[in-house]
């Protein structure tokens, strides 16, 4: 990392931490009480997820990390240093290139921008599953975390007036599901980070592009603030860039979506008041200020909001058609994985994946048992029984879950 450093990330976690707003109030003792639940909860929660999802996963459970806001900016800026590393070594070697100035400049600003924006989303993400952690100190690859963000989970709770115990399991039921997603499918956290990798190595990085790439994001903002639909993601992006941002959104929408699914599916015989709390979220994940709403714009966090509702249709779909162990082939390599044309269109995943169903056979339960003439291993999709419920489109925990 020595030479020219393209982010000044202590500037960022300086900056994040000085503009977050302070969490709510709440006597010593609360605070205690909710991080102790959390904690427990979360562990409950893996147990549930395990079991409905009927993905094995090797690792005993843990218990979640709990984290105040600064706790969070910290956490989230240690794992963008682990992702942006390929990026900077990259642009350490071509420093001829780039003027003295511009990087002095270049990564001051840098580090503001990154510190306000995660000072933004410290106080309203609920939680997180870090994919991406700094090795531990024998240099062992950490796998992820799961982080709970006590502060903003009280505010939530207190704001929407739902039963705190219910609400703090509903949100460790989504979490619980990427940690068992991802310790469950090893392969999946390589996967995304070396797409993420391609994808910053796929960006045209001299200096001429990259001003041109700023203009056009700067005009980006302009139209978002005045309620266009720009983004910054789509300003700064190569054609090659577009492509492998498609297959990132497409597992993205497919992980995020499988947490909403199952979330929804687990949440009504664990969860009591679950349509409650569903209700109300609903209203206030759609709400804020103007200012959040062009922020959110900006980071591509409202374009998540449609991607969990698609995610989480495509898994409801596949499962009702064939059973969950069906729909866990989708977990078997990088090939199984759903293009977002087939998440728009599960039935061409499964086309291609289980293969071309025989004629469905009605179980007696009215209940359809499909024989799968796949590939695969030949064996019958097991009936699944349906978890019937409200079957509207499932609301994520926030709208900036990792």
Not at 17 to 27: A, D, E, F
Not at 128 to 155: C, K, M, W
Request: charged content about 25%; some cysteine; proline content about 5%.
């Amino acid at each position: 990392m020595d030479g020219m450093q393209v982010i000044d990330w202590d500037l960022a976690v300086a900056t994040g931490t000085r503009l977050v707003r302070p969490g709510p109030q709440v006597s010593r003792e609360e605070a205690r009480q909710a991080v102790a639940e959390l904690r427990q909860l979360s562990r409950e929660a893996e147990g549930h997820v395990r079991e409905f999802t009927r993905i094995d996963t090797e690792t005993a459970p843990q218990p979640a990390t709990i984290v105040d806001r600064s706790g969070w900016i910290k956490a989230n800026v240690e794992g963008f240093r682990v992702v942006l590393e390929p990026l900077t070594e990259r642009m350490a070697a071509r420093r001829d290139q780039t003027p003295a100035i511009v990087s002095a400049v270049g990564s001051r600003i840098t580090g503001v921008e990154v510190g306000a924006v995660l000072a933004f989303l410290a106080s309203r993400v609920l939680g997180q599953y870090e994919l991406f952690l700094p090795p531990d100190p024998s240099g062992r690859e950490a796998i992820g975390r799961l982080t709970l963000v006590a502060p903003n989970i009280v505010h939530a709770e207190q704001e929407l007036g739902v039963h705190p115990r219910d609400f703090r399991l509903w949100v460790c039921l989504h979490e619980e599901t990427h940690r068992v997603q991802f310790t469950g499918v090893p392969w999946l956290r390589e996967y995304i980070r070396s797409q993420m990798t391609e994808f910053l190595l796929a960006s045209d990085m001299d200096l001429p592009t990259l001003l041109e790439r700023l203009r056009s994001a700067a005009d980006a903002v302009a139209d978002a603030v005045r309620g266009g639909e720009g983004n910054l993601i789509d300003a700064i992006q190569t054609p090659e860039q577009k492509e492998i941002l498609d297959r990132l959104t497409a597992v993205m929408t497919l992980v995020e979506g499988h947490g909403d699914y199952v979330m929804d599916a687990v949440g009504p015989s664990v969860v009591p008041s679950v349509a409650d709390i569903r209700a109300k979220f609903h209203h206030r994940r759609e709400g804020g200020s103007r200012l959040d709403r062009t922020v959110r714009k900006l980071l591509g966090v409202d374009l998540k909001m449609k991607q969990y509702a698609q995610g989480s249709g495509f898994v409801r779909t596949v499962v009702d058609q064939v059973g969950m162990d069906g729909f866990n082939k989708v977990w078997t390599s990088a090939e199984t994985l759903p293009t977002q044309e087939e998440i728009a269109h599960p039935d061409r995943w499964i086309a291609r994946v289980i293969g071309t169903p025989a004629l469905p056979v009605a179980g007696a339960d009215g209940v359809t048992d499909l024989r799968r003439t796949g590939t695969d291993d030949g064996d019958a999709a097991r009936p699944e029984t349906r978890i019937e419920g409200e079957n509207e489109t499932g609301d994520e925990a926030d709208g900036t879950t990792g």
